[in-house]
């Protein structure tokens, strides 16, 4: 079984539906730190997203 990484934005903010996931950890890092940058305006490092954003599924 294969795993994926996934980020759901609407736990972020509830009127986003954005959902990131990629059996790649640094593609869906890539994504999500590009969604949070271009439509919600927050900077956040690939070390935030990782631990606190980013949940394996
Ligand atoms: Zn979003």
Do not use: K
Not at 20 to 29: F, P
Not at 39 to 56: A, F, I, K
């Amino acid at each position: 079984m294969t795993t994926a990484h996934r980020l759901d934005c609407e736990n972020e903010a509830a009127d986003c539906r954005f959902i990131v996931q990629s059996e790649h950890e640094d593609e869906a890092l890539e994504l999500a730190r590009t969604h949070m940058e271009d439509v919600h305006g927050q900077e956040y490092t690939d070390d935030e997203l990782r631990h606190e954003h980013l949940e394996t599924v």
